[in-house]
């Protein structure tokens, strides 16, 4: 497998929302051709005859070279390259339609950032049971601190490739790095997996501080421990944890914790206030994943015997159980303790 081999071919792009598209975007700009698979039918003609993504992206105007279809068989027939960016609780339901499709020497890179409701496997499990142990080597991880919009307006921007196969990952970053997108690599799978999913737990309970009109010092608070507990989990898991202080760990956590383009700080911000978490979500077609993953996590958690409050404390409210206000009560009256107490 070589850089030339990968850059043979349209690319696939799995995943027509915000990030799917960014990621085209940038691929087109990078000089390839994308074909993307949409799962909202309605949006493949206005892609390919608008050129406009109208349900996540109506005022960017799409690149010539992105092509829209609802065909798995097409999409990734060509394609040695493939980006998966899909809302992660259904990436295994889309991989077990679109295996069958996937060229034998295909490479995946992976953009979904979550841990699977009910097995609580990462994506990094998720994948090689749908497609098979085998391809564990084809197989790279994108994260890190990228708003869609802010990427689509050629902000610069520093992400993370991981992958157990060195080498892969060098020739990921070398087809997606360009003058404002600039990738990194590591083999360390698990803590940039663990840190790019549980970042999106820590942003709703920061955005619940922030609904309850609390200030910096709680943000500040909220983030410094949550990058805690973050690493807590990944270790015990066999992450590094130098991971969890870098793009992947405390990048994308201060991104998702301090932007206010954040989905999933803006969820907690409306729970705060009180709003109803199907309220909420009635309202948008965006996925704020920290509310699946929430859950996933204290279930992989228990598993471990890891303790995980602020986790703790958001999927309590999420189930109803306390309030904005309980909450705070909560992690403020727990157990005096050494900062770096095991």
Request: proline content about 3%.
């Amino acid at each position: 497998m070589n850089e030339q081999l990968l850059n043979t071919g349209p690319v696939a792009v799995i995943g027509g929302g915000t990030m799917g598209t960014a990621l085209a975007q940038l691929l087109c700009g990078n000089g390839m051709k994308v074909r993307m698979w949409v799962y909202e039918k309605e949006l493949v003609s206005q892609i390919n005859d608008e050129r406009r993504n109208g349900l996540f992206l109506p005022d960017t105007r799409l690149h010539e070279s992105i092509e829209a279809t609802d065909s798995f068989a097409h999409a990734l027939s060509e394609a040695r390259l493939v980006f998966s960016v899909t809302p992660s609780q259904v990436i295994r339901h889309i991989w077990e339609s679109a295996r069958t499709h996937l060229r034998d020497d295909a490479v995946i890179v992976c953009a979904s950032k979550g841990i699977e409701t009910g097995t609580g496997k990462l994506i990094s499990e998720v994948l090689p049971d749908v497609i098979g142990s085998h391809a564990e080597q084809r197989i790279a991880y994108l994260s890190g601190p990228s708003f869609a919009k802010e990427m689509l307006a050629e902000q610069p921007t520093a992400v993370v490739i991981a992958s157990r196969n060195a080498a892969l990952a060098q020739q990921v970053q070398h087809l997606i790095s360009n003058s404002y997108f600039r990738a990194y690599t590591t083999d360390d799978v698990i803590g940039v997996e663990m840190g790019g999913a549980i970042k999106n737990v820590i942003a709703i309970a920061v955005g619940i501080a922030e609904g309850l009109g609390l200030g910096s010092n709680s943000r500040s608070a909220l983030i410094t421990r949550g990058l805690a507990e973050i690493t807590r989990l990944a270790v015990t898991c066999g992450g590094q944890p130098l991971t969890l202080s870098g793009l992947a760990g405390m990048g994308d956590l201060v991104l998702t914790c301090t932007g206010h383009l954040s989905r999933n700080l803006q969820t907690g911000i409306r729970l705060g206030r009180g709003e109803s978490l199907q309220s909420i979500q009635a309202g948008t077609r965006m996925v704020a994943e920290g509310v699946a993953t929430a859950y996933s996590t204290l279930q992989l958690a228990a598993s471990r015997g890891v303790e995980m409050p602020i986790t703790e404390v958001v999927v309590s409210l999420l189930e109803h159980r306390c309030t904005p206000e309980d909450a705070v009560a909560t992690l403020m009256g727990r157990r005096l303790r050494a900062e770096r107490e095991h």
